[in-house]
């Protein structure tokens, strides 16, 4: 068995892995699996949703081919493995782009589906299910399954955000979107609280495709931060700067976040981008993608790891749950540099386990200190529950099932598509097995 973590690193649970190669084999191997299993792309999911402790990973990223494009519809067929950052790259350059892509490009079509990932610009496009056009997934009985919108929709709609646990996906059709090229015109605005923010991102709405903010909750319950905005810009092609990525090579004996750190950075980070706030012609990647710069970032936590807690609440009473928060995290002195605040649009989820909804969310990283942290997050479930809000299940490692039952009201229909031959950790900490 081989020793594996999810991206946050909490743990190393042994697992039998298993790799899948070619969609053609892969309902023979699952009819004679000898153990549960669940499929594991890059394992960039923060909690247990990629894991199966003593049970078997099925490896899809050699599952890695493109099937089809066309240039003038904008569909694109692909393998289930195929990595987000190499659609970019292949469509960009022929006046297409993916939709909706989640904070880092290094994720694979098939954990996209299954976590119903969403971008910076959720207000005008949705999830990156409602680009979806066709799935094909496999049952762990051998059954194959071609679904969509309008083809066996009900088999969609558990998929898509189904964490995994409908079977394994191998196949998807996407459906691009026009662009005329890499490049985005971008606005940096420093807000002070969380009103300005709420004004910022209700003026935006119309006139930006994608919006978001870094938001400090270090300093206090105010919220002061940067939002982020951004449009495609049609300007002459120029050279892109890539850079030098690093890595952060080693895990180091304790964690690099901590609350003396956390405070000079977030003080550093805020005037420093203050400063340079405005206009600007920026390329896709680094305003998309701003971490896949510095390679093997989660080891900064330390050998303890951390843990990623984002949770959206609807827009009425929106506000007062958030600012509770950030009043929780402030007195708690455990704050998060990686502190993001965005609005989600008006539009109801794909899935019936996805995550979006209307309402505003706020994505967090703590580092593991323990019970000290388990209270915290705690403390944060009491104001997402009393606020009629949900966690996402992608980035989450321990919630309470009460808060995934009440926060999820189409659990019960989507139990009905589960797949029996398929677990994880996850569905067995708050689905039972």
Request: charged share 20%.
């Amino acid at each position: 068995m081989t020793p594996i973590a999810a991206w946050g690193r909490l743990s190393a649970d042994p697992h039998h892995v298993s790799r899948l190669n070619h969609p053609s084999g892969v309902p023979d191997l699952l009819r004679h699996a000898s153990h549960s299993g669940i499929a594991h792309g890059m394992g960039r999911s923060y909690g247990d949703v990629c894991l199966n402790p003593e049970g078997t990973l099925w490896i899809t990223t050699g599952l890695d081919h493109f099937i089809a494009f066309d240039s003038e519809s904008g569909r694109l067929v692909c393998e289930s493995g195929v990595l987000l950052r190499d659609i970019q790259r292949m469509v960009i350059p022929r006046g297409w782009i993916l939709p909706v892509t989640p904070g880092s490009q290094l994720v694979t079509v098939g954990g996209a589906i299954a976590n119903d990932v969403h971008g910076k610009n959720h207000h005008v496009v949705g999830s990156f299910g409602d680009h979806i056009r066709r799935i094909t997934l496999v049952r762990t009985d051998g059954e194959i399954i071609n679904c969509g919108p309008d083809e066996h929709a009900e088999w969609f709609a558990a998929t898509v955000g189904g964490l995994g646990l409908t079977g394994v996906i191998t196949q998807a059709e996407i459906q691009l979107h026009r662009v005329v090229g890499p490049w985005l015109d971008t606005e940096t605005v420093p807000y002070a609280n969380l009103d300005q923010f709420f004004q910022l991102a209700d003026s935006s709405e119309a006139d930006w495709e994608h919006t978001v903010s870094w938001i400090d909750c270090i300093g206090g319950s105010d919220g002061r931060g940067l939002f982020m905005r951004a449009n495609s810009a049609d300007v002459a092609d120029r050279p892109v700067n890539e850079g030098r990525k690093l890595t952060i090579p080693f895990v180091p004996p304790v964690s690099l976040v901590n609350r003396i750190s956390l405070r000079a950075f977030n003080t550093a980070y805020y005037h420093f981008k203050k400063w340079r706030s405005g206009r600007n012609i920026t390329h896709y990647e680094p305003f998309f993608y701003p971490l896949d710069n510095l390679l093997e970032w989660n080891r900064m936590y330390g050998p303890k790891g951390f843990f990623q807690y984002q949770s959206v609440v609807p827009r009425n009473g929106g506000h007062a749950a958030i600012h509770a928060m950030l009043k929780e995290i402030a007195r708690s002195h455990d704050g998060s540099f990686l502190a993001v605040l965005k609005t989600f649009g008006n539009r109801q989820p794909v899935g019936m386990l996805s995550f979006p909804q209307p309402g505003v969310t706020l994505a967090l990283d703590f580092p593991n200190n323990g019970i000290r942290t388990h209270r915290l997050l705690e403390r944060l479930d009491a104001i997402v529950h009393d606020a009629g809000g949900r966690i996402y299940p992608a980035k989450d490692a321990r919630m309470p099932r009460e808060l995934f039952e009440r926060g999820y009201p189409r659990l019960t229909e989507f139990m009905q598509y589960r797949d029996p031959g398929i677990s994880s950790g996850l569905s067995r900490r708050l689905m039972g097995y």
